[in-house]
């Protein structure tokens, strides 16, 4: 098995089945498939039971908002499932071609796929850090155990399931889908308890929409990143599987999970600070029960939400060119973790740090339409075989062209404090377009999902093909 799992030649060959997975970038033969479509719900409703979501529907509260509660409820429905659909459709991609998501974009983006998958997998080490920093302090809370020995804890037992690998990760969210949906309805109830369900909107008219809007891009913005990760976790499944039911259930299962915390985080908006989970703890639970409740989950959830971090990173890396196997690739990205959690734990970094991800993350879906539009055109027909010699794909300029383009028209319709900040040292035009005209709305991603797409169309019209033309089927 070790040799299998360093030779890329190891797979799962049924649900349960917790052997190392060896196999990285190839497709999974149709042969070879199996699992349940009810394992799709799972997969995507466990990775948001996390601090994260809670802390977005905080934000309601805040000064540049203001959203009262009927108006922020509709908003976390409308940008949930706005910014779970383009998971949705990359996630039916994987029944029928067997493939990861990022080493299925080469199709698209051939050689420059060096770009987003070096990126993808900087941003999976990032969100590592940002999210280890919540479970090692819940876990620290709970035990008394000091800082570092509680973020080992947490990085080992999420380590584990990225080494082992897509049946291990399927395995873990289903039954902590079960385990942690039991926590939060208790935490829920004592939360609504505590629920301040008199605020009402600060803003009126074209402001009032404006912040509508920003709310609901914020909470698309939270499911909107898993469209890197979406074919990963359905890739195994029968090539008969139902595309309908993928779509269907993946925007169920993220509404549900990310919608739900964050209208935990919304109820108690006016009494929140910060994002400290001990101030969270003691003021809205107490220490007792409830708190403790709190502080396993939060630790459970950073597991299954690093897990996925570590099991896509490593394969972002493969489809970079990287030739390296997946266990040691998956390990690599839990180790920088780990130290980039250290780092991030040390000082006043961890909120700026957030912040730039949130930035860097509008480059999402322009990406998206890339393989979208790559993938109607092709009419869902890819010679996977052809994808895998790095060697031997085209460039794919236009590929990365329409996604740099469709990032930077969308600069002017970002509405983001990192923006703001390099607009006022460069003075490029970066949320001025939003800031100026748009009441502080942020329109950004459709922005550049549109734009992103039409040069890539064009492309394809007048280059032939395009990046990909080498592995059409």
């Known amino acids: 098995m070790a040799v299998e799992a360093l030779t890329n030649e ?26 349940s479509l009810g394992r799709i719900f799972s997969v995507w409703f466990t990775p948001n039971l996390v601090p994260a979501a809670f802390f977005i529907g905080t934000l309601a509260a805040a000064d540049f908002l203001q ?5 922020g409820v509709l908003a976390i429905l409308v940008g949930n499932i706005v910014g779970s659909i383009l998971v949705g459709l990359l996630g039916t991609m994987g029944p029928r071609t067997g493939m990861a998501q990022m080493p299925l974009a080469r199709a698209a983006y051939g050689k420059s796929i060096v770009v987003p998958g070096l990126l993808n997998w900087l941003s999976c080490i990032g969100w590592d850090g940002i999210n280890s920093i919540f479970g090692a302090a819940a876990l620290s809370l709970l035990t008394g155990l000091p800082f570092v020995v509680a973020l080992i804890i947490v990085v080992i037992c999420q380590a584990i399931l990225g080494i082992i690998g897509y049946e291990a990760i399927h395995t873990f969210e289903k039954y902590m889908a079960i385990v942690l949906g039991i926590m939060f309805v208790v935490l829920t109830v004592a939360i609504a308890g505590n629920a301040s369900t008199g605020r009402v909107d600060g803003f009126t008219g074209l402001d009032q929409l404006g912040a509508f809007v920003l ?14 990760y979406a074919s990963d976790y359905s890739r195994y499944l029968p090539t008969d599987t139902s595309s309908s039911g993928i779509f269907f259930l993946t925007v169920a299962a993220l509404t549900l999970s990310a ?17 400290s989970i001990g101030t969270i703890r003691d003021t809205i639970l107490g220490g007792g029960l409830l708190g403790a409740l709190a502080m396993i989950a939060i630790f459970l959830g ?35 973790g780990f130290f980039f959690t250290l780092y991030l ?16 993350s509008y480059w999402i879906a322009p ?6 539009v790559d993938w109607w055109l092709r009419r869902g027909r890819v010679d996977t075989g052809r994808l895998l010699n790095f060697s031997a794909l085209p460039a794919g300029w236009w590929g990365l062209g329409a996604l740099v383009v469709g990032f930077l028209v969308s600069l002017p319709f970002q509405q983001s404090a990192f923006g703001e900040e390099l607009r006022a040292s460069t003075g490029l035009p970066i949320n001025a377009i939003s800031d100026d005209v748009l ?25 032939g093909r395009s990046a990909g033309e080498a592995s059409a089927g």
């Not at 049924?14 to 498939?33: C, K, M, N």
């Open 439 to 463: 009441h502080y709305a942020d329109f950004a991603y459709i922005i550049g999902f549109i734009v992103a797409a039409v040069v890539y169309w064009i492309g394809w019209q007048v280059a």
């Open 345 to 360: 734990n040390s000082g006043d970094f961890a909120a700026k740090f957030e912040s730039y991800l949130l930035f860097i």
């Open 10 to 35: 190891g797979m799962p060959s049924h649900a349960g089945d917790l052997s190392i997975e060896g196999r990285g970038i190839e497709p999974v033969p149709a042969s070879a498939r199996y699992g």
């Open 215 to 228: 709310f609901s891009t914020i909470c698309a913005s939270f499911v909107l990143a898993w469209s890197l």
């Open 302 to 336: 950073t597991v299954a939400v690093n897990a996925i971090n570590d099991y896509t990173g490593s394969l972002s890396l493969q489809a970079a060119g990287v030739r390296i196997p997946r266990v040691a690739s998956a390990l690599v990205v839990a180790v920088l």
């Open 259 to 275: 919608g739900w915390l964050e209208v935990l985080g919304l109820l108690v908006a006016d009494q929140v600070s910060g994002t």
């Open 67 to 71: 959203i009262g509660l009927v108006t």
């Open 367 to 372: 990406w998206a339409a890339v393989v979208l």
